[in-house]
């Protein structure tokens, strides 16, 4: 697996996840159908041209999970024993069809396990920006990961 065992993190060491994706109008409203959100900034093209943006919103729920998507292949696939948590999460700047978002993580933190020898906890800070370098989310994430099998 390409995730890192929790020995690999290093506190301070950011990653610049070398996978993007371009936002498309139909991963917005199919998102925003699949999570039954009827809010009208990202589904009603007409109610979203009267905002102060002009044109539809994409659903920020969609981004946090686009956002941490884009993360797993680097730091946490097949190491990882569950998400514990996502703090100070913010939407600095709207995202809007047709952006491409790329991701960088930052290690903030990590520790061993004090109840079970076999894993630790690692804290990340995500970002995600998008195609002109602007700022369009953050969090602070929590997971427990495995340690190198013995």
Known sequence: ??????????????????????VTESDNMLFSVMTLNPQPLHIDFDFASKSEWGK?????????????????HDTTLGTMVANLGMTDTTFPAPVFH????????????????????DRGIVEMEHRAYNQHGVLVARCIRQAMIFKKPA
């Open 98 to 117: 047709g952006d491409t978002i790329r991701v960088e993580t930052e290690v903030l933190s990590v520790r061993e396990s004090k109840s079970k020898p």
């Open 56 to 72: 539809p919103l994409v659903n920020s729920l969609f981004t946090l999970g686009l956002m941490i998507g884009i993360s797993v």
């Open 1 to 22: 697996m390409a995730g890192l065992h929790l020995e690999e993190f290093r506190v301070g060491s950011v990653i610049r996840h070398a996978l993007t994706k371009s």
